[in-house]
């Protein structure tokens, strides 16, 4: 499983960023969700892309930092978007229309399927956000449903929350709705135990229980029972099965006293 290729066709603008860490951090947010299209509109720090502080934030997306394109204005920033939308907390009187923030991703991904051009996702200053101005340059409002009570989020914060609802946008409308990627599961090949194994553990698992005193075979009362649905949660591999059964041993008998002996697996 793969980003989409429309991903390519989404821009993360900032509008006047003061603090070039902010600008390194965004970098790495959009980057982790794939995508790469970072625009910087005039920012304070004019060498923001070799600043030492925008380089430690970025970390592992130093690539997407140092490709991230620089314009004197919004509008420049959005030559070539079909849609862009701006990320606000509040409705404007006289703004486009506003859109909680998961919404407007998946209107992004039907417009990315249905028409040419990009789509943008525009984000104001640290202190004060986007003016009336940049608002009306954008289609749209977007607005990331937080706390009332504590509303303001950091500008990289919010750029990795719209990353994250753009990618998932993108995800569902492939089919891959709630899924991992691939390297993710990386024990996810690992072949189960057969249940020859298992019947075998359960054995081993009885001893080790009457050595340490646990299990009485003449009054056994629900710790077999029980034990078996523990364990069948859990739905062991082969390599499992032999961790416990190391540990099956070792209750029954120290290792001090199996030196030069093995313990039976039958």
């Known amino acids: 499983m793969l980003p989409s290729q429309l991903g390519a066709r989404v821009r993360f603008v900032l509008c006047e960023p003061a603090h070039p860490g902010n600008i390194g951090s965004a970098a790495r947010a959009i980057k ?13 720090e004019k060498d923001f892309r070799t ?3 925008a380089i430690a934030y970025a970390t592992s997306s130093a ?6 394109r620089s314009h004197e204005t919004l509008a420049e920033a959005l030559e070539g978007v079909t849609f862009a939308w701006a990320l606000t907390g509040y409705e404007r009187e006289f703004g486009p229309p506003m859109s909680p923030l998961r919404e407007a991703a998946g209107k992004t991904d039907a417009w990315l399927r249905q028409m040419t051009g990009d789509v943008a996702f525009v984000f104001g200053t640290e202190r004060s956000g986007l003016t009336n101005e940049e608002v009306l340059q954008c289609q749209g409002c977007a607005a990331i449903p937080a706390d009332p009570a504590s509303p303001s989020l950091n500008l ?20 891959h709705k709630g899924e991992l990627y691939d390297w993710q599961g990386r024990f996810a090949h690992e072949p189960p135990a057969s249940a020859e194994a298992i019947e075998g553990f359960f054995k081993h698992w009885e001893q080790a229980m009457i050595a340490c005193g646990v299990h009485d075979p003449a009054r056994p009362k629900f710790l077999m029972p029980m034990s078996r649905r523990l364990f069948g949660r859990a739905g062991l591999t082969a390599t499992e099965i032999d961790l416990l059964r190391g540990i099956c041993a070792a209750i029954i008998r120290p290792k001090r006293e199996r030196a030069g002996s093995k313990v039976s697996k039958s």
């Open 32 to 44: 982790t969700m794939g995508f790469r299209d970072l625009r910087v509109v005039a920012p304070r």
């Open 63 to 68: 690539d997407v930092l140092e490709a991230a």
């Open 51 to 53: 600043h030492p502080e």
């Open 156 to 175: 990289s914060q919010a750029v990795q929350l719209t990353a994250y609802e753009m990618q998932m946008a993108l995800l569902d409308a492939e089919g």
